[in-house]
């Protein structure tokens, strides 16, 4: 049975690589791990893996100025490693004693799935996420662990771009995949009813230079990829809230919170934003409640965007009044004294401007 001093790899941590070595399963080259410690990553791919053979790479002395070179002089790290292996495997592992860069400088045959969890700094995972890319077959994937601390991300996004994928403290790249920009050009070519609208989201993105915008209401995702695709040009981050589950998209710049938007506590989590955009249930008191909440979470000089002010009867509303989602816009800026502009088109898009001194 195989025992771990330290819990650096959780047990979600360990489905998510195997599930993501199984996708590969039909491809060419080889499955390699950078990083192993004392095997917990290393034991979750190789039996995911079975029969391929796994090629476990590491000094087992340690990363340079982490802890782990510290724990490295004290034990036998490798000696712990081998015995896990040789519990809780198959077999199916090359140990690999030398630094990745001499590893791969050595051997340059394609890979078809990568996991890295070597040294944390911004360069080794920059340089170790680049040897990889130019080994990785189409289809292939890499992924590493640690994905919020920020050298990881920083050097993750610079390498592999806004296609990385985020699943709890991993991060993965699928090589061929469809990117941010082609996820974007496909849902403006799409017809919707929301299509149209969505060069306008990226439009006052750039035109606010926004870091922060709060998405209520993500639906199957079309607006959720807008707001990204812009925000990628400015560095930004997208929080969204819904009351059902996530759609089917991750990205490290992206944070989804299921639960109700006007609940006190999803409030307070969230942060300042340049943008709020609401198009949640198109109710009239509930839009009226989310603009007199969320009014307070727009900086001075941001913007409120919302859906479907030209829905005059939206699917489960009341029928009462006519054009909720507009006239609770309406009532809300002739109260607070704010102007609003009123796109039409499909379904229609309300854009209030909040001063840049607040009222």
């Given at each position: 049975m195989a025992e771990f001093t330290e819990d650096w790899f959780n047990e979600d941590s360990c489905i998510t690589l195997a599930d993501l070595v199984q996708r590969t399963d039909l491809l060419c080259g080889r499955v390699v791990e950078v990083g192993c410690w004392e095997g917990r990553s290393t034991i979750a791919l190789a039996n995911a893996a079975w029969p391929a053979l796994v090629e476990a790479v590491d000094t087992w002395h340690g990363s340079p100025g982490e802890i782990s070179s510290e724990l490295a002089a004290e034990r036998d790290v490798l000696?712990?490693?081998l015995a896990n292996i040789a519990s809780d495997t198959k077999g199916n592992v090359t140990v690999i004693q030398k630094d990745w860069r001499d590893h791969f400088a050595e051997c340059r045959k394609p890979i078809r799935f990568c996991?890295?969890?070597?040294?944390?700094?911004?360069?080794e995972v920059r340089d170790n996420v680049a040897a990889?890319?130019?080994?990785?077959v189409p289809g292939g994937i890499i992924c590493g662990d640690d994905v919020h601390h920020e050298p990881v991300r920083k050097a993750v996004l610079e390498v592999c771009g806004p296609s990385t994928n985020v699943a709890g403290n991993c991060w993965w790249f699928e090589k061929g995949a469809k990117d941010l920009g082609d996820l974007y050009r496909e849902a403006c070519a799409t017809p919707s009813d929301i299509y149209e609208h969505l060069p306008t989201f990226v439009s006052l993105v750039e035109e606010l230079q926004a870091k922060t915008v709060i998405e209520l209401g993500t639906r199957g995702g079309v607006s959720t990829i807008a707001w990204l695709y812009g925000l990628e040009k400015t560095d930004g981050l997208l929080w969204s809230v819904d009351i059902d589950p996530a759609p089917e998209l991750s990205h490290p710049r992206w944070t989804f919170i299921q639960g109700n938007d006007l609940d006190p506590d999803v409030v307070k989590s969230l942060p300042e934003a340049d943008i709020v955009?609401?198009?949640t249930s198109h109710d009239y008191q509930?839009?009226?409640a989310e603009l007199n909440v969320y009014r307070w979470k727009v900086r001075p000089g941001g913007k409120i965007v919302l859906h479907d002010t030209e829905l005059a009867h939206p699917y489960g509303v009341n029928a009462y009044p006519r054009f909720p989602v507009k006239t609770a816009v309406e009532e809300f800026c002739t109260e607070e004294w704010l102007t609003w502009e009123n796109h039409p088109n499909c379904f229609g898009c309300g854009i209030i401007d909040i001063p840049e001194e607040a009222s």
């Open positions: 000696g712990q490693f996991h890295i969890d070597a040294t944390h700094t911004y360069e990889v890319m130019e080994l990785l955009f609401i198009d509930q839009t009226l």
